[in-house]
């Protein structure tokens, strides 16, 4: 989300943004990226050792409690809090990719599998597409009304929404998950 308001985060604080360079508007990248040097082989094995569905919620609640964080720190005009919530969110990421390869590889099979995996690596890049696309235009809205709103809050409100949507659907999806791991059990 930071890169479609990168601007408007650069912007001196008396002009509505955080007053940060480019230098420390790029600690969002880095705090982001950090955790996702280690984190797939730590994900790996803790999805290893207590199992998919329990591991993926873990990592999924991650990224919302890291998003709700930044989207504290864009309320306050807090660039602290923007740097901690990514660092949360980058703790989670990588790991999600490792669930998602995780679901993908148990629930489709053979000539499948190619599938999966293209669906897979294609939605994050259409959410990036999204947001990109979305983000700005929020901001503006919220920011053109007198009295003015935070832009950057209702924007990233927006984002901290869809990560509560998706975590519903992780829930749901462990549910089928055991559900049919029960089924495919009883035909055996």
Same mark, same amino acid.
């Given at each position: ?162 990560? *509560? *949507?998706?975590?519903?659907?992780? *829930? *749901? ?16």
């Amino acid at each position: 989300m930071p890169a479609s308001l990168e601007i408007q985060i650069e912007l001196p604080k008396d002009e509505g943004g955080f007053g940060v360079s480019a230098t420390k508007y790029g600690l969002l990248y880095s705090s982001f990226g950090i955790p996702n040097l280690f984190m797939p082989i730590l994900a790996g094995i803790m999805f290893d050792k207590f199992g998919t569905r329990l591991s993926t919620l873990l990592f999924a609640t991650l990224l919302c409690i890291g998003q709700a964080i930044y989207t504290f720190g864009a309320n306050e005009y807090n660039f602290n809090y923007l740097l901690a919530g990514r660092l949360v969110f980058g703790f989670g990421c990588c790991a999600m990719y490792v669930a998602q390869s995780a679901f993908v590889t148990k629930w489709f099979i053979n000539y499948e599998l190619s599938l999966g995996m293209a669906c897979m690596s294609s939605f994050p890049l259409i959410g990036s597409f999204l947001s990109a696309s979305v983000i700005p235009n929020i901001f503006t809205e919220y920011n053109d009304k007198v009295p003015k709103e935070n832009g950057f809050y209702y924007a990233h409100l927006n984002g901290l929404f869809v990560c *509560i *949507i998706c975590y519903v659907g992780i *829930i *749901i999806l462990c549910f089928l998950d055991k559900y049919v791991e029960k089924t495919d059990d009883a035909w055996l």
